[in-house]
């Protein structure tokens, strides 16, 4: 019986892909409603357990694709690979109007190109610093910074390694987390407590994940408003990542 029904999960593994990622999320919000009283969101415990099972995983069965290598969980792989991310994207372009940027004002446009390049540059500096010194290198990493699809769709652009796209999805995911985890401690003193500041605070940290979690455990009713210039973000950085920023950064360093 025990085979039977490890035989049906392997065979239906994107369905169970779905089933675990759901089965994950579902722990993950009760956890935070139970001990953090919804202070520490869902999706940031997600992503902390989702990490932990990838290197567990990593360490039973000695391969290098988290819980994909387990067979039963091969489906995860999937929903995690470049397909779904691209169509994540496009979805989130076609949700998306520019007529409704201008409810943002001059403020939520500054806020847009303000945060693409300084993560860009606090990205890319972190990366010299740690040996990746050419521009390919420093630009994708620095371009993961902005957010883990700007990361590895820089990277797919210019001609980047699959360990440099691997190290630029790791800066947005660390990024997204700080942001989740950080700025409910710190929204009082930044005052993010009304549509406008929650737009500049979109525009400027723009990882949609995290900025929408984040605002979700300060006020539910911000989440659309910091949702809307992030989203902008994520498509300002697709845009300016493989372009004027590699440009920009290969012009400073040959």
């Known amino acids: 019986m025990e085979k039977l029904i490890v035989d049906v999960l392997v065979k239906n593994g994107l369905l169970t892909g779905f089933a675990v990622v759901a089965l994950t999320m579902m722990v993950s919000y009760w956890l935070s409603a139970k001990f953090t009283r919804g202070r520490l969101h869902g999706s940031a415990i997600a992503i902390m357990l989702g990490l932990?099972?990838?290197y567990v995983s990593g360490v039973l069965t000695g391969g290098q694709k988290g819980v994909a290598d387990v067979p039963m969980l091969a489906g995860?792989?999937?929903?995690g690979g470049a397909m779904i991310r691209?169509?994540?994207i496009t979805a989130t372009a076609?949700?998306?109007h520019l007529s409704e940027i201008r409810k943002a004002g001059l403020s939520g446009i500054v806020s847009l190109f303000a945060g693409v390049v300084l993560s860009f540059v606090v990205g890319a500096a972190v990366a010299a610093a740690f040996g990746y010194d050419d521009a390919v290198s420093m630009a994708t990493i620095g371009a993961g910074a902005v957010t883990y699809i700007v990361g590895p769709v820089t990277g797919a652009a210019i001609g980047a390694s699959s360990d440099v796209m691997a190290l630029?999805?790791?800066a947005g995911l660390v990024?997204?987390?700080l942001v989740m985890v950080g700025t409910p401690f710190f929204a009082r003193s930044i005052h993010l407590d009304n549509p406008r500041t929650a737009m500049?605070?979109?525009g400027m940290m723009g990882t949609t994940s995290g900025v929408c979690g984040a605002l979700a455990a300060i006020d539910p009713k911000l989440v659309p408003y910091g949702a809307m210039t992030s989203t902008f973000y994520t498509g300002l950085g697709c845009?300016?990542?493989p372009s004027v920023l590699f440009l920009a950064t290969q012009a400073l360093v040959g």
């Open 52 to 54: 932990g099972l990838a």
């Open 76 to 79: 995860v792989g999937f929903m």
């Open 86 to 88: 691209d169509f994540a």
């Open 94 to 96: 076609f949700g998306v």
């Open 168 to 170: 630029s999805i790791a």
């Open 175 to 177: 990024k997204s987390i």
């Open 200 to 202: 500049v605070f979109g």
């Open 239 to 241: 845009l300016m990542g």
